[in-house]
């Protein structure tokens, strides 16, 4: 196993299960504030999310590249809305532009009625079926030395180029990191051919064993191998009653703002990740070692909205059974964004990474 990764999330404004956004739809302070804070608590990564009415998440990359130095992003991107040759382009400058900082986390859709907000009114399936094209060109865009044409299901061009190719290109990685989400029978597939590292929402370690195992299998049948990463929002305390404590409150905090906003228990959506979380939330609040999926449960599996609750020791241990499952890559981000961030970067993540150090040197030397 290789050594971990730490993802956080940056948002335009400060909004959470807990905090209902207020203000401007872009803060730009906030955000400066948001991407300098996790690169100064040690995150590798952050990952800036796109929903079909929020501020572009391109741009929100590119600010917040602008105003940090080390730390790399993961943006959010959904197939369909921008021509491949396009989004190859623009993912590669952006690249050169950050230093060869990006990652492109690809996003088919869980929602046909998010999609039609910008006019895709393709189905849940037919969504996985033009991500598999669209990824096809954007390799070949940024590989191919020459123009080419390409006619498919979806796409159709004819002396298809760029001349900007991806800064990471010159350390020998072809093309920038394919993240890729998505459980459904029509996703896994996708995934096995085209992810560099799959992502998954913070399932039971039963659950991800099972997902991992299939998408393993299916990147087998193109010779390769993909890492992978889970989904949490870690609920941290001095003490394991206080963490409790502090998870109570959220829950009682999220049920008062929906019930508030006018929105009731959330149902399950199309996504089978969503649906994934609330089966598992079908078997008990708490899973695991310290599995909490109460939130999960009262939003319908919207996001990543489980947690794992406890003291930083307890929570870095919990990671440690994912990491065993081949887990290498933890995206965590709190109900109190900002100050989550911070706190995450004090204990959670420097002994999250000591225990693996540990667990790799006892391999090395019983090896």
């Known amino acids: 196993m290789s050594d971990i990764e730490f993802i956080g999330m940056i948002q335009a404004q400060k909004v959470s299960e807990i905090h209902p956004a207020r203000g401007p739809a872009?803060?730009?302070d906030y955000v400066r504030a948001f991407a300098q804070a996790h690169e100064q608590a040690g995150f590798d990564r952050v990952l800036v999310p796109h929903h079909s009415t929020s501020p572009d998440a391109t741009l929100?990359?590119?600010?917040?590249?602008?105003?940090?130095?080390?730390?790399?992003f993961m943006l959010a991107h959904r197939p369909g809305f921008v021509a491949p040759t396009l989004a190859a382009r623009q993912f590669a400058s952006l690249d050169q532009f950050s230093g060869g900082r990006l990652g492109v986390h690809y996003i088919s859709g869980g929602s046909d009625d998010e999609q039609k907000r910008d006019g895709d009114w393709l189905d849940h399936d037919q969504r996985y079926a033009r991500t598999d094209e669209?990824?096809?060109?954007?390799?070949?865009?940024?590989?191919?030395d020459r123009p080419f044409d390409h006619e498919g299901a979806h796409y159709r061009f004819k002396d298809a180029f760029s001349e900007v190719k991806p800064a990471q290109s010159l350390n020998g990685k072809p093309h920038v990191p394919v993240y890729f989400g998505g459980a459904s029978e029509a996703a896994i597939p996708v995934a096995g051919k085209h992810a560099d590292v799959y992502a998954l929402w913070g399932e039971s370690l039963d659950q991800a064993r099972e997902l991992t195992g299939r998408?393993?299998?299916e990147a087998a049948?193109?010779?390769?191998?993909?890492?992978?990463?889970?989904?949490?929002?870690?609920?941290?305390?001095?003490?394991?009653e206080k963490a409790w404590e502090r998870a109570d409150s959220i829950l009682a905090e999220t049920r008062r703002l929906r019930v508030v906003q006018g929105f009731g228990r959330g149902g399950p959506q199309q996504s089978e990740g969503a649906?994934?979380?609330?089966?598992?939330?079908?078997?008990?609040?708490?899973?695991?070692?310290?599995?909490?999926?109460a939130v999960a449960q009262e939003i319908g599996g919207r996001s990543n909205s489980t947690a794992l609750v406890?003291?930083?020791?307890?929570?870095?241990?919990?990671?440690?059974d994912y990491y065993e499952l081949g887990v290498t890559t933890f995206l965590i981000r709190g109900f109190d964004p900002l100050e989550d961030a911070i706190d995450y970067g004090r204990e959670l993540i420097p002994r999250t990474r000591e225990l693996v150090a540990q667990r790799l040197a006892a391999q090395r030397k019983a090896a």
């Open 275 to 293: 649906r994934r979380l609330l089966a598992a939330a079908e078997k008990g609040t708490r899973l695991d070692k310290r599995l909490w999926t």
């Open 221 to 240: 049948k193109h010779g390769r191998s993909v890492r992978f990463s889970v989904s949490f929002r870690p609920i941290l305390a001095e003490t394991e």
């Open 134 to 144: 669209y990824l096809d060109v954007l390799r070949q865009v940024w590989t191919s």
């Open 60 to 72: 929100t990359v590119a600010y917040a590249a602008s105003v940090t130095e080390r730390i790399h």
């Open 310 to 320: 406890g003291t930083p020791e307890q929570v870095a241990d919990a990671l440690l």
């Open 26 to 28: 872009i803060d730009r």
């Open 215 to 217: 998408v393993r299998s």
